[in-house]
Each structure stands twice: as C-alpha cells, then as structure tokens.
C-alpha cells in the first residue's frame, strides 16, 4: 500500500495500457478543475456559462492532442454510451426534479405538458419528414425509415441550460418555469420516443405497427413515472420509520443517494425510460423525503446533488469538445468538411422550424384556456421559450452515439456522417445561440431599474420560506366551503381547483404517512428544528423546499 507510482510501475504492477489510462483521467480531471475556474471567472457578465467553457477548452485540448500524435488522435478518453447512460445522465436528471420548484411546475403543469410532450412529438415528425425529403439530396448514404425517425427524435431533445442561467427567477418566475419544466418533459419525452423507436418493426410498417408504436410510447411514458413515484414514496417511507438520524445522519444522506439510482437502475432492469423515472422520483423526494431528514442531511443532499449533475454535464461537454477534432470521424464521413456541415445547416433549420410550428401556436392555445386573472404568455416570452429550444446537448449527443456508433467508434459512412453532423449541431447551438442568449434577454425583457436588486433577492430568500409555508398554496384548503362555490370555482380555475384539491388529499392522506412539510417526525437526539405555526398542518418548519 505504501509503493509510489513509480515503484509500481517499476515492479511491473502496472502495465504501459494502464499507466496511459491512468495519465488521461489525471489529465481529464485537470481540465474538469480548469473548467470550473474559468467558469467561475466568467460568471459575473452571465455571457459564458460552464458548458461553453467546456466545449471550448475540449476544442483546445483536442488540438493539441492532434498536434502532439502528428493528426492520429484528439481525445483523451473513448465514449461510452453505458458511461453516459449508468453514471452521467442520472444524477443530471435527478437534480433537475429535485430542484424543482414544484409550485410554480405544476401552477404551469397543463402548458408544460402541451410544450414538452406535445410540442416535442410536433418538432420530431417536422424533423423527421424534413430529413426524409432533404437528406437524400445531398447523398448521405443509405438511410432506412427507422434511422429517419430516430434522427427526429435525437435532434428533438432540447438542452436550455444556458437560458436558465440568464433568466431571472424571482423577476420572471411563470417563464423560468416553463422553460425548466419544458426542457425536462422534453429530454424525457425523446428518450421514450427513441426507445420506442428502437423497438418499432420497420420491416413491416403499417396501421397496426403505428398503434403499437402510440401503445408503447405510453406504456413507457406512465408505467415509467408510476415506478419513479413509487420509489420515492418508499424512501420517504423508510426513512420516515426507521429513524436513521438518531444515529448517524450519513445513513438519511446514503439512503436518499442509492434509492435515487435504484429508481433509475430499475427503469432501465424493466426496459422503461430511465430518465423519467429519475426525474418524478426527485419530485417526490423533495416533496416527502427531504423533509423527512435532519437539517444537516437536508442540506447534504441538497449541494450533493447538484453537485454530482455540474460534474457530469461538463464531463460531457469536455469530451464533446474533444470529439469534434476526431480526424477519423472526419476522414471516414467525406473527403471534405463540406457535407457534413451542409447537413448540420440542414437539421438547425428543421430545429428553428419544428420549435416555431409549437411554441406559438400552443402558446396561442394556452392563453385562450387562461381567464383575465391569469398571467398569459406574451409574445416576447414565447419568442424566449422558443429560443431556449434552439440549443442542443447532453442527450442529444448520447442518443447520436447510441444509434450511430459502437462504444464510441464507427467504421460506416454515413454514422459517421451523422456523429459528425451531430457534434457540429451541438457546438455551433451551445456556443453561438448560447452567446446570443444575454442580449436577446436583455432585448426582450429589459432589466428593472430603480429597484435594489441585491436587497430585494436577499430579503426574499429570508422571508420566501416562512411565506410559502404560511401560506401553502393560493388559497388555503379551509378558506372555500360552500359546495355551491366549490364547483364554481372548479369550472372557473381548473388548474387552481385541483391544486386545492390535491392539497386536501396530501394533507390528510399522504403527509400523515410519508412525511413532508408539516409532518416532519420527531427525532429523539437530532438539533431541534425552529418552526413556524400552520393553522391546518401543525408545525412546518423553516427549511422549506419548494
């Protein structure tokens, strides 16, 4: 145990593949490190995030690989589509719902809906049929229908990471909500559209194929969201009765962290869509099992998770980076750089259209279901949500390598006219739409002037969780009883009435038995918590979650 590298590789312990593998993870991690510095350098103008940082120092690195290897090599490390699929993209999905502010999620639940799932099945088939009818121009090679239909739902999945990092919250909470919830019910809704496509009998295509395709689509779609609730609501049972914190608050952390992965792991045992799973999952832990937890726990999880997903999304905008100057990718895709660049031309026009043939119109339909009270989405915010969809990332390159390529390589054509098509798509979105972002924003929604931006933020994060807790939702569970007035108000404001309604059975039914805010059990020998009085749940405590 005592031996030094040297020593080691002295007495032959290690062989020279090892020691290689051993210096590029060391160089990676160097990297990963120099990413987040120059991030964090960056972070005050907003213009660079994290993910353009990393696209651009996996470019750099790419080019001095290539340059040190005479042109034979430009990455430090093989893709692995189980890397990306078992240990990156969980923890990035699970942070998503986690973090989720659920009151404003699910306030906009029916028109993040329509835009996640409606408008990405409404994006897949413009792609699709566009690829159909413009590929063949320009002789990409021999594509079949199913390669067509899961290019639609590759270049489907959005990634609006660097929007949300412009966005204000607090300023514009209705549209950060719906550009966060739909970029997650998106890259939900393409991976069950690829699976689903994965499993289609192309061969023998017709009405019948067609509805077992729509039968699959939602088998994945419900039974996938059933087993990610399911596993949350067992976690926030267990710790809720077992009481792990009145011996060690690592085990409140550790069981969170593995009944997370389990979720997922068993999503994909089951063949369902992982992501979905994991996601619904996070709702649900941070709905009953964060509460459930210590204090210390509580804010354990909360900076882990997030933690482990910033690591994993620029893990994989690094290697991206990297990818784009593999030669033998673009040696094998054409003799020149010209078709595969035609072909990303292509597929960013097919993106702008498929994003505008659903934002506008079902944001159009939206509006007309939302009464005078209500905040409608305005032209200038729908001109936002369909820029934020412009950009394309993490799943979209793991869906691309998963059906074009065999553990990173390929040695057919058209694939690697596809990847390289792919990672073009990728760079040019994230980098120049992503630059494009800040001014846009500030274009369309004018900063605020005259108000003290930094008091007011810090007084809300003060006071926002004694509020939200006081208040519970827009109206509380007692304040309407007449049933006269009860199913008026349900026709009225359906999205409110069953908020209210879901609220009346989450109190009575399920808190009482899971946990949650209001219904946090006593620990004996955990640091007493301050709380506040809640008329119809009892205490509710300061750390609220929403």
């Not at 993870?25 to 994290?50: K, Q, Y």
């Not at 019948?208 to 395709?213: A, G, K, P, Q, R």
């Not at 630059?435 to 900063?447: C, N, Y």
Request: aromatic fraction near 10%; proline fraction near 4%.
């Amino acid at each position: 145990m005592g031996l030094g590298l040297g020593a080691l590789l002295k007495s032959g312990g290690l062989s020279v593949s090892d020691y290689d593998a051993i210096v590029s993870i060391n160089i990676f991690i160097a990297l990963l490190c120099s990413c987040i510095v120059i991030g964090h350098l960056l972070e005050g103008n907003r213009w660079v995030n994290e993910s353009i940082t990393a696209l651009v120092m996996g470019l750099i690195t790419g080019g001095v690989i290539l340059l040190v290897t005479n042109g034979t090599n430009s990455r430090i490390l093989v893709f692995s589509e189980d890397l990306f699929f078992i240990y990156l993209l969980p923890p990035i999905i699970f942070n998503a719902g986690f973090q989720v502010k659920k009151k404003q999620f699910f306030r906009n639940f029916i028109t993040i809906i329509l835009f996640g799932a409606v408008g990405t099945l409404i994006s897949f088939v413009i792609i699709s049929l566009g690829a159909m009818g413009l590929f063949k121009k320009l002789d990409v090679g021999p594509l079949e229908l199913g390669d067509y239909l899961a290019i639609g739902a590759i270049f489907s999945a959005t990634d609006s990471v660097c929007t949300l990092q412009v966005l204000n919250q607090d300023e514009t909470p209705q549209l950060y909500s719906l550009v966060f919830g739909e970029g997650v019910v998106n890259d939900a809704t393409s991976v069950v559209l690829f699976n689903a496509i994965e499993n289609l009998d192309i061969a023998n295509f017709d009405a019948i194929v067609l509805l077992n395709f729509v039968g699959k689509f939602l088998y994945l779609f419900f039974t996938s969201t059933i087993l990610g609730v399911a596993t949350g609501l067992l976690s926030a049972y267990i710790i809720k009765k077992l009481y792990f914190a009145r011996h060690s608050t690592d085990r409140e952390v550790s069981i969170m962290i593995l009944m997370a992965y389990l979720s997922y792991m068993l999503s994909m045992l089951l063949d369902l869509s992982g992501i979905l799973t994991v996601f619904f999952c996070g709702i649900v832990m941070s709905h009953y099992t964060w509460h459930n937890v210590t204090e210390s726990s509580r804010v354990t999880t909360k900076h882990t998770f997030a933690t482990l997903s910033f690591i994993a999304e620029i893990f994989l905008f690094l290697y991206v980076g990297m990818d784009a100057l593999d030669i033998e990718k673009w040696k094998l895709a054409s003799s020149s750089p010209k078709k595969p660049i035609a072909l990303s031309a292509i597929i960013l026009g097919l993106v702008m259209v498929g994003r505008a043939a659903f934002v506008f119109p079902l944001s159009f339909l939206s509006n007309l279901s939302k009464k005078e009270s209500r905040p409608k989405i305005s032209f200038k915010q729908q001109v936002i949500i369909w820029w934020a969809g412009l950009m394309r990332g993490a799943v979209s390159i793991a869906l691309a390598y998963n059906k074009f390529t065999s553990s990173g390589h390929t040695e057919v054509r058209v694939n690697a006219i596809m990847i390289t098509s792919t990672v073009i798509v990728v760079l040019f979105s994230t980098m120049v739409f992503g630059l494009l972002t800040k001014p846009l924003l500030s274009l369309l929604i004018p900063p605020r002037t005259g108000l003290n931006t930094s008091s007011l933020l810090s007084s809300q994060s003060i006071l926002d969780p004694l509020l939200t807790s006081m208040m519970g939702s827009d109206f509380d569970v007692g304040q309407i009883n007449s049933p006269q007035y009860n199913l008026q108000f349900i026709l009225t404001a359906p999205t409110r009435s069953v908020h209210r309604l879901w609220r009346k059975f989450d109190d009575r039914f399920m808190r009482p038995m899971f946990g949650g805010r209001g219904f946090v059990p006593f620990v004996p020998g955990s640091p007493v918590e301050r709380s506040v009085p809640e008329p119809h749940l009892g205490t509710v405590t300061e750390a609220e979650h929403s």
